[in-house]
């Protein structure tokens, strides 16, 4: 009789760990998604009867996801177009609720070889749609710009586009990576290649300054360094429970300090 209690016992005390345990789901921006996990980490660490799982697969994922009910919490790297509120309203009765999180310089990658230090907002704008091929054309070596982007799911692709290239259309050439750290690595291995993305992957290459400024915080800060955005995330209804006390954590100044130290930039 003893035995069998103690396995009653047993039981009713793994239900119990199962029941407390919150399983919080976060889906999305590539971007975002170093962040996201240092996020959950040191969250977990703090709550650890919350589990996050953090997955990347790009901004218009995370997206889909949220408006299918698949995650908690999506991340973006840009803002959710009307089209895709109207499907939220539509299935759940609201647009959902937008929280800014970070902000981000988008920077421009060339190679560490490469002699170009400086490029004005145009001359990428003319770069990434075609009209300029060549590194001479911009103060280079005479040789054929490789131009790398992101896959048109990315979030940071959309608002390349529409920011930098004016809702122009790409060049056609223009190879399109997975993800951010994909890009990095391509224009780290060739002496002739160009990409973007966001300034805390900048490991192995150099940021091109554009019109005269890096993308770094202070510049950011005062307005000077022209690409800039905010870094979002969106969940379907006002948060409550676990998800707000997270979300309120990551916009406490210790959430933020993560953001600092990840390389992005406080929104506060």
Do not use: H
């Not at 969106?234 to 959430?255: C, F, H, M, Q």
């Amino acid at each position: 009789m003893k035995k069998v209690l103690a396995v009653v016992l047993v039981m009713l005390l793994a239900l119990a760990f199962v029941t407390d345990n919150t399983v919080i789901t976060v889906k999305g921006s590539d971007t975002m998604v170093i962040l996201a996990q240092r996020w959950a980490e040191k969250y977990m660490k703090k709550n650890p009867n919350v589990t996050i799982q953090v997955t990347g697969g790009g901004s218009g994922t995370g997206i889909s996801a949220l408006i299918n009910g698949t995650t908690d919490i999506c991340n973006s790297s840009r803002p959710m177009k009307a089209s895709e509120k109207e499907k939220l309203k539509q299935r759940y009765g609201t647009l959902g609720v937008e929280i800014r999180a970070a902000k981000d310089g988008l920077a421009v990658y060339v190679n560490e070889k490469n002699k170009v230090k400086d490029l004005t907002l145009d001359q990428v704008y003319k770069i990434y749609t075609g009209k300029i091929t060549n590194w001479k054309e911009v103060g280079g070596d005479d040789a054929k710009i490789i131009v790398y982007g992101r896959e048109n799911n990315s979030g940071t692709y959309v608002y390349f586009k529409d920011f930098v290239l004016k809702g122009q259309d790409y060049v056609a050439t223009m190879q399109s990576m997975p993800g951010t750290a994909a890009v990095v690595n391509a224009v780290a291995k060739d002496k002739n290649a160009i990409g973007y993305g966001g300034a805390a992957y900048g490991k192995g290459i150099k940021f091109a300054k554009i019109d005269g400024y890096e993308p770094t915080a202070e510049n950011v800060k005062a307005g000077k360094y022209p690409i800039t955005r905010f870094l979002y995330m969106y969940v379907r209804t006002k948060p409550s429970g676990a998800i707000k006390n997270y979300i309120d954590w990551i916009l406490s100044p210790e959430g933020q300090e993560v953001v600092t130290k990840v390389g992005y930039f406080p929104v506060k």
